[in-house]
């Protein structure tokens, strides 16, 4: 049994930062990419930031200079770094990993989703 467990969510004034955690816990043999994606009410799930279990990181064009995503390979966490947020930014916001199960199968999971509200 395999989880992702997020956290930092929250309420942010425009211009603020915030962090978010993914921390994957249970059986695996490893985390291969991870990233973060979300969703606003009434639109669709969109990606936001990706990385390799290597360090390689990826960025959606929305947000590239503003976030960064980050990975502790040891803790299996992972991280996304939120710097001068706007309105626009306010979403759910989703950790995907694709795990490779200890019989080496590669699957994709998802976290709950932790909401980001940035206030005007």
């Known amino acids: 049994q395999v989880q992702l467990v997020e956290s930092g969510g929250g309420l942010v004034q425009a211009g603020g930062s915030l962090r978010l955690s993914c921390a994957a816990s249970?059986?695996?043999?490893?985390?291969?990419?991870m990233g973060w994606y979300r969703q606003a009410p009434g639109k669709q799930r969109e990606f936001v930031a990706s990385i390799t279990s290597g360090g390689t990181t990826n960025y959606a064009d929305s947000v590239k200079g503003r976030f960064t995503i980050s990975r502790d390979n040891a803790a299996h966490t992972m991280y996304l770094q939120m710097n001068n947020l706007n309105p626009g930014d306010t979403a759910v916001y989703y950790c995907?990993?694709?795990?490779?199960?200890?019989?080496?199968?590669?699957?994709?999971?998802w976290g709950q989703g932790t909401q980001v509200t940035v206030s005007s």
């Open positions: 995907n990993a694709h795990v490779t199960a200890l019989s080496r199968s590669i699957y994709p999971m």
């Open positions: 249970g059986s695996f043999f490893s985390l291969n990419d």
